[in-house]
């Protein structure tokens, strides 16, 4: 009988060729990027979900399905903002807020919501609402002092990196003391260092019965400026969206290998807009391994592959929801699950307008509480020279990590997690051009260096989740 380890070693010879290029890879990224806006049901993301088959049936993928999910469909319409200061009438285009209330024409007071809890943001009862969604601002340092495992950042970034994250405090739930407190309507202020309302937050697929919209910086704190001032500022919000049940797909194929057991890579395909980071570049990786492993021989492949492009992120997830309710057999024969998202690069801003800068965003590392697990993530950031990354508990910041594939853990599988968190991830400036094009092979490759890593170490799923420190399925009887 052949050796497998042997068997893996000989094959990883001819890994260059096997690896797409970067023009390859940044060419899958522009496809999906050009066909618009792929939210949930949008035309765009139908048309990504068949081509995401049609390259999986190219690679040579022994089997290509897709598995219909229940989405919520949601589409701006109008959205105006009339103010009137001392008298004095000015008029904006905006953004509704997501899931907002679908259809609104109302005028108030405008009162600031500074206040999270209900006796203080009782002050807005029957007023228009005006939130100043501050982005937060986390010192690097601290992820890698308080919270990280593990760190690879040779240059020392992260002594002065201070990380924007694209959400403020109140993560989604935005509206809610509003709510709470019975207000009017909501004027969200979008708190970032450029000119742009187009925040699709939030994007959990839930209906609030409450008008709002979201505008600029610079429209915020003329606000701001006059109602700190003591003048009385009126409102006249009109808004009109569309939100209807929608179906989007999960898009899997598989490559069958020498084992009974599997490695789940995914990501997920529909974006907030066109979204080149997020999440055109996570797909690209999915396909990159896909790509490389269809040219390794069945016998030489370690396990069976199955490569998951999930539908429905931005509308409360939906899509991984449907995977783990439906796929508990093959979920329990799993190795490992590597979902991987956002290749980002900082943003820079220069007279209001967002741009790239040449440095990569921050990159998190959500890896279960397995030693062996990482170690060889350690290793292979280090030999990848993938800086400025953090190898963080899969609980470091939620109960569960802020990834698409986030339901994995719970669901028992050990998980490596890739999520990079910029601060425009959320708006209609992530373009092609926001893509940190020099990572895209690196990470490639230290995928495949990770998965042979532990096929050499001959580790199974059920070896791996009896080391779990933090395994959140111990009550479950571990699969003989």
């Not at 219909?68 to 200061?85: A, F």
């Not at 970032?192 to 505008?215: C, H, K, M, N, T």
């Not at 194929?253 to 907030?272: C, F, M, Q």
Request: aromatic share 8%; charged share 25%; proline share 7%.
């Amino acid at each position: 009988m052949s050796d497998p380890a042997a068997a893996v070693r000989c094959a990883m010879r001819g890994e260059e060729s096997a690896l797409p290029t970067t023009r390859e890879v940044m060419h899958w990224i522009r496809a999906m990027v050009e066909r618009g806006a792929r939210r949930p049901g949008f035309e765009a993301d139908q048309w990504t979900e068949q081509w995401i088959a049609d390259q999986l049936r190219g690679f040579g993928c022994t089997q290509v399905w897709s598995e219909p999910i229940e989405v919520v469909r949601w589409q701006e319409q109008v959205g105006e903002l009339t103010l009137q200061i001392d008298g004095v009438c000015s008029t904006w285009e905006c953004f509704p807020v997501p899931m907002s209330a679908p259809q609104a024409d109302i005028r108030g007071e405008v009162a600031l919501d500074t206040f999270d809890s209900t006796s203080e943001a009782s002050s807005i009862a029957g007023k228009i609402a005006l939130y100043l969604n501050q982005h937060v601002r986390v010192p690097a340092a601290f992820l890698r002092d308080e919270l990280a495992t593990a760190s690879y950042d040779p240059a020392n970034d992260f002594d002065q990196l201070i990380h924007t994250q694209p959400f403020g405090p109140r993560i989604l739930e935005v509206m809610e003391p509003a709510l709470r407190a019975g207000a009017l309507g909501f004027i969200g202020i979008v708190g970032q260092g450029w000119e742009s309302d187009r925040y699709f937050v939030p994007y959990d697929a839930v209906s609030r019965d409450l008008p709002g919209v979201w505008i600029t910086p610079a429209t915020g704190q003329r606000l701001l400026e006059a109602i700190e001032s003591g003048q009385r500022v009126e409102a006249r919000i009109r808004s009109q969206s569309s939100q209807y049940g929608a179906r989007s797909h999960n898009v899997m194929g598989t490559l069958p290998g020498r084992s009974n057991e599997w490695v789940i890579l995914g990501s997920h395909h529909d974006a907030p807009w066109c979204g080149a980071v997020e999440d055109a570049s996570g797909t690209a990786l999915v396909l990159a391994q896909a790509h490389y492993w269809s040219q390794i021989p069945e016998r030489d492949r370690p396990w069976n592959f199955l490569f998951l492009l999930n539908g429905g992120h931005m509308s409360g997830g939906a899509g991984i929801r449907h995977f783990v309710a439906t796929h508990r057999d093959l979920i329990d024969r799993s190795v490992v699950a590597i979902h991987l998202e956002h290749v980002a690069r900082e943003p820079r801003v220069e007279n209001g307008t967002l741009l790239p800068s040449d440095e990569v965003t921050p990159r998190w590392w959500f890896t279960s509480r397995i030693a062996p697990l990482e170690a060889a993530v350690s290793e292979v950031l280090r030999n990848h020279d993938l800086r400025r990354s953090l190898i963080l508990p899969p609980n470091a910041m939620f109960e569960n990590p802020p990834t698409d594939g986030s339901l994995l853990h719970p669901a028992g599988v050990p998980i490596v997690q890739l999520l990079a968190a910029p601060e425009y991830l959320f708006d209609c400036g992530d373009r092609v051009e926001m893509v940190h094009e020099d990572s895209l092979l690196p990470i490639t490759r230290a995928v495949v260096d990770l998965v042979t890593s532990l096929s050499l170490s001959s580790w199974d799923g059920a070896r791996l989740r009896a080391l779990d420190r933090d395994r959140p399925d111990r009550d479950r009887p571990e699969r003989q």
